[in-house]
């Protein structure tokens, strides 16, 4: 690791952390060439399928567009973030489960909706509503009933 102050290339780690969640190791580091010491963060790299879009375009998968995705159906609703992340995190779990290099957008929106319905009936509806369409007030009538029905 090359210091950040002053590019020496050998540094020293001094102490090593885990992360309560065991999502990341914290390292204090100290330089080999002008003693300053520096933290830094190791996070595993894991991969994604790669999104395919009812279009045809494939796009990376972005962990930030479906946090905004369920920001925008849960507004004003009494749902926490840290409720939001462990939904979120739970479709990366059958993300990475899935083993598959492609994955349907439509297939990613399922998994959304079934995080959302025990979270949250009005944002289920909020995100079916835009998902699926809705032409008319009947598609609204079935997400409810949808919505009502257990699991």
């Known amino acids: ?20 969640d065991g999502g990341f190791i914290r390292r204090r580091r100290q330089c080999g060439g002008c003693d300053k010491r ?7 790299e894991v991969s994604f399928p790669t999104v395919v879009k009812k279009d045809g375009r494939r796009i990376e998968y972005d962990r930030t567009k479906l946090q905004g995705s369920f920001q925008i159906a849960l507004r004003k ?23 598959e290099r492609e994955v349907p957008s439509s297939r990613l929106g399922e998994m959304v909706m079934r995080e959302l319905k025990p979270l949250d009936k009005v944002g289920y509806i909020r995100y ?18 949808e919505a009502r029905s257990p699991g």
């Open 1 to 20: 690791m090359k210091c950040p102050f002053c590019s020496h290339p050998d540094t020293q780690v001094v102490e090593t952390r885990e992360a309560e």
């Open 128 to 145: 079916a509503s835009v998902y699926r369409s809705f032409a008319d007030v009947d598609d609204f009538k079935n997400a409810m009933d």
């Open 38 to 44: 520096f933290t830094t963060y190791e996070r595993p």
């Open 77 to 99: 609703r009494p749902v926490s973030t840290k409720q939001i992340d462990e939904a979120i995190d739970h479709i990366e779990e059958r993300l990475r489960s899935l083993g």
